[in-house]
């Protein structure tokens, strides 16, 4: 995707992408969907190449992929939805008939979001994929919000707090890098969210809080979502964020059903993939 088809998500419609070789299946996943989700935009493909090239007409929310497509493995569509597709982070579900035995034998890609077993049936899937991008009934989360802004941090949290969101916040990149790295070394598992400003006062930026997150200390996109503030809409500025590790970003000023959306979002994805490590753990 080009820096100039760089565009946010319309959290009120969202776009979900089917990328699956069979018409049949397309075409009752999206009867399905729509019912569960009548505002969305469907986009049906039935290859890895036409996926390809739908993404560069505009972002999507969530991406469904059968595992055998006609030109390409769906592994394969997903790693490349990672690599050259600068926006958001994108839940990526693989729909197959072996999952468990995926499970089992730990043959799971990072590059993947969720595996959903084929054999629920497609109502399922339908449902399953409303509660990835319509996740405003999830309750509570905890965020660790970056801001030296007394006047913004007070707006923004009580935006967060009054949907049930408990709210940490600190004033520098030093000090919440200093609270990770307690948690990450003493085993105890982080905040839900990061929510952080771009430009901030103290030495290091929001884009160095990325940087010493994902690598020093080495917290994935899934095990702690960031979200990013930036009061900077060039694409191509925007596009090295997330590439940095930013889950999501959110311009400035803060328009609050945005934010909460995205929050929202954030919140669920994590706690599905958390629990889905616990899981395999056991």
């Known amino acids: 995707m080009s820096a100039g088809s760089f ?18 299946a397309r075409k009752m996943i999206e009867q399905l969907l729509r019912a569960e989700l009548p505002e969305m935009e469907f986009i049906g493909c039935e290859s890895g190449e036409q996926a390809k090239q739908a993404l560069l007409v505009g972002q999507v929310n969530l991406v469904t ?7 390409m493995d769906g592994l394969d569509l997903a790693r490349y939805i990672r690599e050259y597709t600068p926006q958001a982070y994108i839940p990526i579900i693989v729909v197959s008939g072996n ?33 990835y991008v319509k996740p ?27 949907h049930g969101l408990k709210v940490t916040h ?31 006062k103290g030495e290091l930026t929001g884009s160095d809080l990325l940087v010493h997150v994902r690598k020093a200390i080495g917290y994935d996109k899934t095990e702690l979502p960031i979200i990013m503030m930036t009061g900077d809409s060039d694409p191509a500025n925007q596009s090295g964020l997330l590439r940095a590790g930013a889950n999501d970003l959110v311009e400035k000023p803060i328009e609050e059903n945005l934010l909460i959306a995205k929050l929202l979002f954030q919140l669920r994805t994590g706690r599905v993939l958390r629990a889905k490590r616990e899981a395999m753990r056991g």
């Open 7 to 24: 565009r946010h998500i319309d959290t009120s419609k969202p776009r979900i992408m089917v990328v699956d070789g069979s018409k049949l």
């Open 65 to 71: 992929t059968a595992l055998a497509l006609p030109d």
């Open 99 to 131: 999952v468990q035995e995926r499970l089992e034998s730990r043959d799971l890609s990072t590059d993947v979001t969720d595996y959903f077993d084929k054999s629920l049936g497609f109502g399922a899937l339908a449902t399953f994929i409303r509660g």
């Open 136 to 162: 405003e009934d999830e309750p509570g989360g905890e965020v660790l919000y970056i801001e030296d802004s007394r006047v913004v941090a007070v707006a923004t949290r009580r935006m967060m707090e009054k």
């Open 170 to 200: 600190v004033v520098s990149v030093e000090e919440a890098l200093e609270r990770l790295k307690i948690f990450h070394d003493d085993g105890t598992p982080p905040p839900d969210i990061l929510l952080s400003d771009v430009y901030l």
